[in-house]
């Protein structure tokens, strides 16, 4: 079965006055359909990094290497199919939260809808989404906190948040960059079981979860953990959850 996500020999490098820096080097990673993927690293390993080429966030170096999603490689994706890659296909969850102080709980799980479907698209379905958005925030503990601002909640509940904002759109694919990295482990443990209960998708599917972390006792939620290390993925050096 094709994998829903490919990275093939994937190198990125950054140039920093006038000096180059490789941050990945020649780094390859196979995603299936439903699967909890946990890229686990030290700070500087490239995680980050890969995670913004998967999301179509940036471009790996040209000619090295590519990215696939369902087959089709981002680098031959237009700005605006790319575009509606990043708004329809994948979800992103970041270690800083990106809500906006002038919105409340339920417009910020909103604006992912309000970007994917227009102006027009939006108000024609906005009953049904609001209501989808109203179910995350209710699985997420949250549906006492729809008119509240993000100042008024905890990281934990931010977070939360932006969870469910990334979920708005039903994506293929959720990426996460260090979800709990802010966090006491109490509540970064409560926002791993958050994301494990919404694996089952509407669709009947099993949400495709690529999750990049520095903690191992995080990565053991994955399914299978990928080691990434001074920008390469270690051949080899795959193991299955509970490991």
């Known amino acids: 079965m094709e994998p829903i996500l490919l990275a093939q020999h994937v190198s990125k490098t950054y140039r920093l006055g006038r000096v180059d820096v490789p941050v990945l080097r ?11 993927v946990a890229i686990l690293g030290a700070s500087g390993s490239g995680k980050s990094t890969l995670m913004h080429l998967l999301g179509g966030l940036d471009r790996c170096d040209h000619k090295r290497g590519v990215i696939e999603f369902r087959g089709r490689a981002l680098s031959g994706m237009g700005a605006r199919e790319l575009d509606a890659y990043r708004a329809r296909s994948v979800g992103f969850v970041f270690q800083s ?10 417009e910020n799980v909103l604006v992912g809808a309000m970007i994917r479907h227009g ?24 549906d006492h ?65 690529v999750m990049v ?31």
Not at 26 to 36: K, N, P, Q, T
Request: charged share 30%; no cysteine.
């Open 26 to 36: 020649d780094a390859s990673l196979h995603v299936d359909e439903g699967e909890w």
């Open 97 to 106: 939260y990106h809500l906006l102080a002038e919105l409340n709980v339920l």
């Open 119 to 142: 102006r027009l698209g939006f108000h024609a379905r906005r009953a049904s989404l609001r209501s989808r958005a109203g179910s995350l925030l209710e699985a997420m503990g949250l």
């Open 145 to 209: 906190h729809l008119k509240h601002r993000p100042v008024e909640l905890s990281g934990g509940e931010r977070q939360r948040v932006a969870i469910a904002r990334s979920l708005i759109n039903e994506p293929d694919v959720l990426l996460a960059d260090e979800p709990t990295g802010n966090l006491d482990e109490k509540t970064g443990g409560s926002i791993l079981d958050a994301i494990a209960a919404l694996r089952d998708r509407p669709d009947g599917q099993r949400q495709t979860i």
């Open 213 to 243: 972390t520095h903690a191992r006792e995080v990565a053991r939620r994955a399914d299978r953990l990928v080691h990434l290390r001074s920008g390469k993925v270690l051949l080899g050096d795959i193991e299955p959850v509970g490991v």
